[in-house]
């Protein structure tokens, strides 16, 4: 059963803290994205991969980290560096078939708090 | 200016009646567009993506691009009390680093019985 698996679904986090979300997919996707989606807005991009062992900054990676040591693992760790991290973290996936051609998928998301 | 822009509803509409989904971007560069639902509380899912203009039909669903005016709509057919979602719209940006999707803040459909 292909598809993209997150978790935990919901984690919570004492301020200071370093926590972990898992990203996995088996939809054998070259690319995966992290994406944070905070109430009333779109989705911003935090980081991306297109190949193992590589990856660029998205447009908010202020006091975030990830690693892509496998194709289909892209774990995101939200550092205490981070000073709102409450949100709702959306994981995704793509075929990288062409530079003009993106259609991501996405997990079911974690939702993350901050107490 | 944002890079693309949604009306954020909520749109109304009757049950049975055409619903019609508008987005403007502001890169010319953009090459392909999508359409995403996302239902309260869980993840996006993807419905439609149009790459040339014109118009692209897929069952209830009519995605709409004119790269002129920079624009790109969403049409539903029929629509119904399970369309009630809200629908984002997602343009690629080419770069140097790869592929990305920039998304809109979203539409919030409401289909009335």
């Known amino acids: 059963d292909g598809g993209i698996t997150q978790s935990p679904k919901y984690l919570f986090r004492k301020e200071g803290q370093n926590v972990t979300l898992s990203c996995e997919q088996n939809?054998?996707?070259?690319?995966m994205y992290w994406y944070r989606q905070d109430p009333g807005q779109g989705l911003r991009l935090i980081y991306y991969?297109?190949?193992?062992?590589?990856?660029q900054k998205g447009d908010i990676a202020e006091g975030y980290s990830v690693s892509r040591e496998k194709k289909e693992s892209f774990p995101l760790t939200v550092t205490s560096a981070q000073k709102n991290p409450t949100a709702f973290y959306l994981c995704a996936s793509s075929i990288v078939r062409s530079i003009s051609y993106n259609e991501q998928f996405f997990g079911p998301g974690t939702r993350l708090t901050v107490l | 200016q944002k890079e693309v822009e949604q009306n954020s509803g909520p749109l109304s509409v009757p049950e049975g009646a055409i619903a019609s989904l508008n987005c403007t971007y502001s890169?010319?560069?953009?090459?392909?567009f999508f359409w995403y639902r996302q239902y309260s509380g869980k993840s996006p899912e993807l419905i439609m993506f149009?790459?040339?203009?014109g118009d692209k039909e897929d069952g209830r669903f009519t995605a709409q691009l004119n790269k002129a005016s920079q624009y790109v709509s969403l049409l539903i057919r029929d629509s119904q009390p399970s369309d009630s979602a809200t629908y984002l719209c997602a343009v690629n940006r080419p770069t140097g680093g790869g592929n990305k999707l920039t998304f809109g803040t979203g539409t919030q459909l409401k289909v009335e019985l």
């Open positions: 991969s297109q190949i193992v062992n590589d990856f």
């Open positions: 890169d010319r560069g953009s090459q392909s």
């Open positions: 149009i790459y040339s203009n």
């Open positions: 939809l054998n996707h070259d690319a």
